[in-house]
């Protein structure tokens, strides 16, 4: 059975995806978030991360296949300067600590991705990184 950790996996997306894979029948998903989350499901386990350090939760990385992260301060919300500064750092968090747990399970990073969506509201980047 393959082992697939969501972060953030108490939000919109995340059910989604939790759903998606134990649908699958072939996979023990994991979902890290701040509350514990209620699904009767064998092959479900909801695991509290604070986001803050490297504790229990991190030793479900170490026989994992897949790692989701999906953590972060909601878009939906009014996009006011203090809004955009909490929604990317809380995003520059999560990616810190997780590669901390990463490297501390000793798993590879083996592809990272970066989604870009356009939206009616203004989006927080102001310059799109290309690649050389």
């Given amino acids: ?14 059910m989604e995806l939790i759903h998606y894979f134990l649908n699958k029948k072939n ?3 994991v979902g890290l978030s701040r509350k514990l989350i209620k699904i009767n499901n064998e ?5 509290l991360w604070n986001n803050q350090d490297v504790n229990n939760w991190g030793k479900e990385l170490e026989d994992a296949e897949l790692l989701i992260n999906l953590a972060g301060k909601s878009v939906d919300c ?3 300067e203090d809004n955009k500064t909490e929604i ?3 995003r520059i968090h999560s990616v810190r600590i997780l590669a901390k747990a990463i490297e501390k399970a000793g798993a590879t990073i ?12 203004p989006t ?4 799109v990184p ?3």
Avoid: D, P
């Avoid at 059975?1 to 995340?14: D, E, H, L, R, W």
């Avoid at 083996?110 to 509201?121: K, L, S």
């Avoid at 927080?124 to 310059?127: C, E, F, L, R, V």
């Fill in 27 to 29: 996979y023990l998903v």
């Fill in 88 to 90: 990317y750092q809380s």
């Fill in 78 to 80: 009014r996009y006011t």
């Fill in 43 to 47: 092959n479900f386990k909801s695991v």
């Fill in 124 to 127: 927080i980047a102001t310059m």
């Fill in 110 to 121: 083996v592809n990272t991705g970066i989604g870009w969506h356009e939206a009616r509201i």
């Fill in 1 to 14: 059975m393959k082992k697939v950790i969501i972060t953030g996996a108490n939000g919109f997306i995340g």
């Fill in 130 to 132: 290309r690649a050389a």
